[in-house]
């Protein structure tokens, strides 16, 4: 009796954490896009943090557009991106704020300090989604403030002079807030 020889293939490839975590992005923003339903992001978030390899993170994602390789077409430079899921992300102190940096939070807390920081374009553009969470944004004073989205307000005290710095505050909250504003309340 001859036992039949089969290929040894190689096992898959592990995914890490930080894999993880670029499917978590790529997912919420599809849900901010539209292209998929509250449910969905919840199951394919569960499949996403379940998933141990490539193969499995890759299938979750495999119907939106890009490749479908986990962290494709949502990693970006260092310093673009903040990302929170059931915690607090924050950025503040002094750093440079790129043109365009987005803000992703899942169930937690963000916070968004500008005013010790150096703005690179005269026209700063800030996208935030906030599921079921809160995300606070503080502009330094002279800084004239525009939002467009749903969730999202903004309290800001004065008149910026012409010629001043814009941040423009694109945002969706859902069951959330997106708040700007120049000063911080204390309770």
Known sequence: MSVEQHPQTAPALRASDRDRDEMLVRLHNAFAEGRLSEAELDERIDRALAARTHV???AVA????GTGRAGAECSAPAGRFQVAYKNSVAR???WR???RFTTVVYKGTGLLDLRAAELEAQVTRVRVLAYKSCVEIIVPPGVRVETEGVGISAEVHGAPPAGAPVVHIR???YKGTIEAKDRICRA
């Open 171 to 173: 945002g969706y909250a």
């Open 92 to 94: 503040a102190g002094r």
């Open 62 to 65: 495999a119907d939106l557009p």
């Open 97 to 99: 704020v790129p043109e």
């Open 56 to 58: 499995e993170l890759g």
